[in-house]
Structure formats: C-alpha cells, structure tokens
C-alpha cells in the first residue's frame, strides 16, 4: 500500500450495514521512502549483510583449501587421530590430540577464572562506593586490553617459575588425583596448567564485565526487600543476586570458554606444542601439551600439505568457538537476569 | 518467592538481635542502649581481623617452616588464608552470631577477589617495565635490524621497522573496518531491516572468533590460491596483515558503536524526523554528532585491541628483520611479530631485544587505553554548569564493552 508519509489510513467508509467487526480490514501505515533514504537503507543494509557473507566465506574457505589434508585423511579419521606426522609417508594427521589439549587449557582457565570473576563482579556491583567502582572498572577493562602477546611473555618468562612450586606441591600431595600425577622425572615448566592459569587471566575480563552487567540488572526492589526483611548484605546477595544471575553467570563463563579455546598467542609460547595422546594431556602438571591455535601459530609457513592440514584443524577450532559462543549468548539473552545484556 | 527465602534466612538473625537486646536490658538502666546494625564495623572488628591474620600467619609458620618441609611461599600463603578465614569466622562467629559472620567472611573473600585481580596486572606492567628498559635506547626508534647478528649486545639496532609496519597495517585495516563498522552500527540500531536479528548474530559470533582464524582465512582466501602467480600483491605482506586485523576489529568496533547510539534520545529522531528531514539526515546531522565522542573511544578501543593482535600476522605479514615501508609488497615487521619472533630466538640479546619491542607495544596500548578513558571521562560535573546539553554521555558506555578479550 502506497501512501504519502504521515498519512493515516482509514478504512473504507462503512456502509448503512455495519459488518461484523471480524471483517474489518487491518490498517497498514507504510512510508515511502525518498530517493536518500533508499540510497542510505541499501548501503546501511549491504554493511550488515556483508558481516553475515564474511563469516560465511571464512567458513567456506577453511574448507576448500582443507580439502586437501581432509580428503586424504578422511574427515573422521582427522577427527579422531592423535598423532600429527608429516615426516613419514603417507602423512598421518589427526586433530584430537589438540583437541585435548585445547579442551584442557581452557577448562582449567575457566575453573579458575569464574570464581574469581563471579567475587570481582560482586565487589564491583555490591560491595563498593561509586567513586572504588569506577577504578575496579577500569583495572577489569585495563585487563582487557593487554595484548594476549604480553600475557604470554609475562607467563613465558616470569609467572612459569613462580607456578613450578605449586605444581610439585600438588603432585606430590595430591598425585594419587589422575588430573595431578606426573610421571617420575617430568619437567613442570610448559604444563598445561600454567597454560591455563595464563588463560584464566585473559579471560577473567570479559566473565566479569558479563556477570557485573547481569548482576547489575537485578531488580532493586527485591534487594530492598531482603534488606529490609532483615537480611545481612551476604544475605541478600545469596537470595537475591546470585539466583536471578545464575543464567548471566552460566553464559558468561561459557563466552570465557569460547575465548579460552581459541586463544593462541599466549599458548604458543608456554606449551611445547607437542600433539599428546588424551591419556598423557590429563597429567595437566607436567610438561607437555598442544592446543589447535598454538599448533597452528607456531607451525606458520609450514609446507603445503601440513599448511592443508592446519586449515582444517583451523576450520575445527571456529566450529567449535562459534558453537560455544552461539550457545552462551542464546543461554544469556534466554536467561530472566540477561534479557537486555550485550555479550 | 525471593523475599520469602530472605525472610527465612532473616529469622535467625533476628533472634540474635534480640538476645543482644535481651543481655543490654539486663545492664544498668543509666547506660545508653544502641541498636545492633549487622554492617557495623567498629575498631574492635579491626582488631578481629589484625589478629586472626597474625595468629593464621604464625600457625602456618609452624607448620610450613618448622613441622614440615618443602612448601613454597605459595603454599604458606594460601594455607595461611584459609587458615585466616577459619579463625576470623570462628572468632565472629562467637562475638556476634553465624548469619554476621558469615556476611563478615564473605566481604573478606569478595574483597580479596577483587585484590587478585590487581595483583598480575601489577606484576606483569611491572615486568616489562623493568626487563624493557634494560635494553631500550633511543636508537630503537630510528635503526632496524641490519646487520645485527647474534653476538651484537641487546641495545644495538632496533626496530624502527616494525614501528613502521604497525603504523601502516593498523591504518589501513581501520581505513577496510571502519566505514563498514559504522553502516553495520547504523543498520542494527537504525533501521527496522528484519535482517537485523542474524547479522547482530552473527557480529556477536564474529567478536568471538580465535585472531587466528582471521589470519587463516586470509591466507587461504588471498595468499594460497595466487602462490604461484608471484604477484607480490597476493603474498604475504602488510596489505594482508591490514585486512585480517580489519576481519578482528570489525565485530569489536561494530558492537561499540552500537551500544553508544542506541544511547542517543529517541525525541531526538523524532524531531529531525518531524522537520522533514531524512533518516539518513537524520542519522548524518543529528546521530552522529550526538554520540561523536561515544564513537571515537569505540575507535581508539579498537585499535588498541588491533596493535596487539599477533596471531592473525603470522599468516600474512609473516615478519622481516630490515625495513620494508611498502605494505604492499614484500613480508613486513610489526611490533607484536618482531616481539614474538625475538623472544623465541635461543640467544639472550633478542630475547632482551624483544622486551624493548614489548615494553613499546606495551606503551602504546596503554597509551591508547587512556587517550580513550580521557575521551570517555565523565565530563557531567562541567556540563551542570554550563546550558543542559542534549548529549546523553556517549562516551561512558562505550568504554565499556571492551570484552573483546584479546585472542591473539
């Protein structure tokens, strides 16, 4: 329906017999655009549908030029081969012993990372005077923005040292733990765990300001009412806060998770990026270790098989990053607390 | 329902109010009665808290260095702070009842929480500070690697190109991401395009891809298939660099500009749309304008995130030890390679050489972070004074998103 803007439709005079009000026809108010404004709309709109054609086409050309290393190796067997060997023939390539690895790293990061995240969340949202929160902003943000390099240098060189202790005192306390148990003379530098203690720290911003954002959404009549009912402010969080973030909390840590996965940088220098069987990896104390990003990273300008082979590990990583994201920001915008939340 | 778990959770509390009331009542009349808060916090509580962390300290000091062996400063730490816990609820506990001490324990582990988080951002400026300064000299900004050969002290040359190359990728990949960043902000605040829904989707998704992937689709999209047509435009060089980090900045440019527009006034549409003006008048004169210094913190952040980035280099501009000032021809240096690649050398003077780079790069995103803190700072107190302005401040929510979290 063609209309001059800002005219209001009416419906047809009705005549002497008024119809039964069922039959009324809706009205439909469009615009009619002017030649600007359709100019303005294609250009604005080719913007958004050129975001959805590029990730797309990433996806697509990850697996053209993979086709290669995933045609010789067949698709499942990549999946499910641990081992990655270009040195005899034929090539024996897998992905699943970087799959471990990579599952590994940030799970350790995120099982680290959330705790912490949930309390800085809660100090930021509940516990601190405007003028503090504002500086907590900040150092969450400033964390946020040092490059994932610096992280890897720091942990590379520094923190490594300072973990090793750690990692002896939990494997000889705690090495009847499968996850902790090292094997007799292992080295503890390049272990998995450091790894993931680095990764903790890169992720730990963007848990955070999700899980601030959700717990500052909570509706403050119900934490008045708590209050006034008598509560202490632990109270109160545990009643009020914590249950109505639960969904922002859950999807928060599992953004972390998709960040964790895919972080490379920083892993390429902790870990020897050595493709393990899974039955190694989990003694996550000890040296050793690869992960899908750092293997790639660290194998750049490689030959043109193993390069093949390492765009279909690389086109395993983004399925597997965009699933994670994908399910943590339905599980967020689903959840009651993170309705109006951008992650 | 929540206020009827609070009112549960509040009844024991109460009941401890009302026995310290009940053993008040029981002191001379003349004494001054004071009610109970449960946030009180008086000098006494300080002294709780100095000696449960002294008596916890001194414990794990016998326990750690004395009756066993072999714990590390870390060890003792940790123990001395569950131990510290243990005792300072123990202690509440008995001054003023479980349901205070337990919010008292809880306000000393959110605050330690918060306290962790300082500590490694400390620690590791603190670092590169110290380790960059070692080998860092003027030259640094005007040599580059010629000549330089493994038995050359760490001070000697520089890495004047990678400054170059990462002046020049950085700036051509925010010349590709941000027209295309801003029309994708406009079209999912401003228009009523059903598409809206997926390619928001989709933005969401893209700010969480691996940087390595970005650097992988590049190649194999642009370098891979031309490798043997020896078109220097087609290898690796900076122009590709330029657009894998334009692949990484997109999402994170795109989300921010978004947040700062939706936060422009709907009465403001509303009138330019009212006069007669266009949507894209509208959105040129009055949206933009209202949310300016909004979408230049939006831009600083991104490149902030970009000079950083490492992974999606690798594949593309691969890195160069001399001076290459073409980006579009020729492998090409950039800070965040030329710190990689040092660093990973056997020999101490890179690695020292690669802290110099590290503490630049680490300058310049700092730098960067605080050029945008100033543009998003909150300028409300001046505004009070002066005629009410319009502008909602744009800017502070802008500096918030910055949850791109680098993957590099």
Redesign the interface.
């Known amino acids: 329906m063609n209309v001059v803007p800002g005219t209001v439709v009416e419906d047809p005079p009705v005549a002497e017999d008024p119809p039964a009000p069922r039959e009324r026809t809706r009205r439909v108010i469009t615009e009619v ?2 030649r ?2 359709r ?3 294609q ?10 054609v ?2 797309t ?2 996806g697509l ?2 697996m ?3 086709s290669d290393a995933l045609g010789e190796t067949g698709i499942w067997t990549f999946l499910t081969r641990t081992e990655w060997r270009t040195d005899v023939t034929p090539a024996r390539i897998g992905v699943l012993g970087l799959l471990a690895g990579t599952v590994l790293v940030a799970v350790v990061a995120v099982v680290i990372a959330v ?2 995240s949930v ?2 969340a ?3 949202t ?2 601190s005077t405007a003028k503090r929160r504002k500086w ?16 890897g ?2 942990g ?4 490594s040292d ?1 973990i090793v ?2 990692s ?2 939990l494997t ?1 306390n705690f090495g009847w733990f499968p996850l902790f148990k090292t094997s007799e003379d292992a080295s503890l530098t390049g272990s998995i765990f450091i790894a993931g203690i680095v990764v903790a ?6 848990i ?3 899980v601030r954002e959700v717990f500052s959404q909570t509706p403050p009549g ?1 934490k008045e ?2 209050l006034a ?12 806060v914590l ?1 109505f973030g639960k969904g922002g909390i859950v999807g928060g840590s599992m ?2 998770l ?2 964790a ?6 892993v ?2 902790l870990l020897p990026q050595v493709p393990q069987k899974i039955g190694e990896s989990i003694h996550i104390l000890q040296n050793g270790g690869a992960t899908v ?1 750092g293997f ?2 660290n194998r ?2 490689a030959d043109e098989f193993t ?1 093949s082979g ?2 279909a590990a ?1 086109l395993v ?2 399925i597997i ?2 699933g ?3 399910i943590a ?1 339905v599980v967020v915008s689903k959840s009651r607390s993170g309705a109006g939340v ?2 | 329902m929540t206020s009827t778990t609070s009112a549960t959770s509040a009844t024991p509390e109460t009941s401890t109010k009302t026995t310290t009331m009940a053993t008040a009542s029981r002191a001379p009349r003349n004494r001054k009665r004071t009610a109970r808060r449960p946030r009180e916090f008086t000098t006494f509580d300080v002294w709780v808290l100095v000696g449960s962390l002294i008596s916890a300290l001194c414990l794990n000091w016998l326990i750690f260095y004395r009756l066993t062996a072999g714990a590390s400063a870390f060890g003792f730490l940790l123990g001395s702070y569950v131990t510290f816990l243990a005792i300072f609820a123990i202690v509440t506990t008995d001054r003023v009842g479980r349901l205070v001490a337990s919010d008292r324990v809880m306000t000393v582990v959110v605050v330690t929480a918060a306290a962790i988080v300082f500590i490694p951002l400390v620690l590791l400026i603190g670092y590169i500070l110290v380790e960059g300064l070692k080998a860092l000299r003027p030259s640094f900004f005007f040599e580059d690697q010629q000549g330089i050969t493994p038995v050359m002290p760490a001070t000697s040359g520089g890495g004047f190109h990678a400054i170059i190359g990462t002046i020049e990728q950085v700036g051509l990949a925010l010349l590709w991401s941000l027209p295309l960043a801003l029309a994708a902000a406009v079209f999912l605040n401003e228009s009523r395009s059903k598409w809206r829904r997926p390619v928001r989707i989709f933005v969401d998704a893209m700010s969480g891809l691996p940087s390595i992937v970005a650097g992988l689709f590049i190649f194999a999209t642009l370098i891979l298939p031309f490798a043997k047509s020896g078109n220097p435009l087609f290898g690796y060089n900076g122009f590709m660099a330029s657009l894998a980090l334009a692949i990484t900045m997109l999402p994170t440019i795109t989300r921010t500009v978004e947040v700062v527009l939706r936060l422009v006034p709907d009465g403001l549409r509303e009138a330019s749309l009212a006069l007669g003006a266009s949507r894209a008048r509208t959105v040129w004169s009055v949206v933009f304008p209202t949310s300016r210094t909004g979408m230049t913190t939006a831009v600083v952040l991104g490149i902030a995130r970009a000079v950083g980035e490492t992974a999606p280099l690798l594949f593309t501009s691969f890195g160069y030890d001399l001076m290459n000032s073409n980006p579009f021809a020729g492998s090409q240096e950039s800070l965040p390679l030329f710190v990689y690649r040092n660093i990973r050398k056997p020999d101490i003077a890179a690695v020292q050489r690669g802290f110099a780079g590290a503490l630049v790069l680490m300058l310049i995103v700092l730098g960067l972070f605080a050029i945008a803190r100033f543009i998003g700072r909150d300028r409300s107190k001046r505004k009070a004074r002066g005629p009410k302005p319009a502008t909602p401040n744009s800017a502070q929510a802008a500096k918030q998103p910055l949850k791109g979290g680098s993957n590099a």
């Open positions: 655009p002017s600007a404004d100019r303005f709309n250009i604005t709109m080719g913007a958004g549908i050129s975001v959805l590029l990730l086409l990433v050309f990850l053209i030029q993979s705790p912490l309390f800085s809660l100090a930021i509940e516990y907590l902003v900040g150092v969450v943000d400033l964390l946020a923005a040092v490059p994932s390099l610096l992280f240098l720091w590379f060189l520094y923190l300072k202790p750690i002896l005192w000889q720290l890169m992720v730990l911003p963007i955070t300001s999700v119900e009412a708590a009912l008598g509560g202490t402010r632990w109270g109160m969080i545990k009643t009020v249950p953004l972390g998709g960040r996965l895919g972080e490379t940088i920083a390429a220098l990003s790639i990273a750049a300008g390069t390492l765009l690389g990583l983004f990053t965009l994670t994201n994908m920001s951008d992650i």
